[in-house]
């Protein structure tokens, strides 16, 4: 059964920093590019940031770029996202996605708040 379990969302103020994970299992973790979306409340979902299977390269949206890190460790079958200097409008439900030539698997989303 595939499983993508996002974790390590929560309140927090604006400036500050926090780490989501998503782990996976149920399919083969290493041979999947991975990706993290966000959907605010009444937007549409956009994409975060990707990184390819091998975690050899990283692709971000031009609002995030400087701010977020997508990594990956394929031996715990898990990939983050490390969220710094975060603002009000980073506020949204954060989803992990795994996706081959053949497959995609959404995770069920964690909620990120950034509120003073």
């Known amino acids: 059964q595939v499983q993508l379990v996002e974790s390590g969302g929560g309140l927090v103020q604006p400036g500050g920093s926090l780490r989501l994970s998503c782990a996976a299992s149920g399919f083969t973790f290493s041979s999947y590019a991975m990706s993290w979306y966000r959907q605010a409340p009444g937007k549409e979902r956009e994409l975060v940031a990707r990184?390819?299977?091998?975690?050899?390269?990283?692709d971000y949206a031009d609002s995030m770029k400087g701010r977020f890190t997508i990594s990956r460790d394929n031996a715990k079958r898990t990939v983050y996202l490390q969220m710094n200097s975060l603002k009000p409008e980073d506020t949204a439900v954060y989803y992990c996605?795994?996706?081959?030539?053949?497959?995609?698997?959404w995770g069920r989303g964690t909620r990120v708040t950034v509120s003073s």
């Open positions: 990184i390819t299977s091998t975690g050899g390269s990283t």
């Open positions: 996605n795994a996706r081959s030539a053949l497959w995609d698997y």
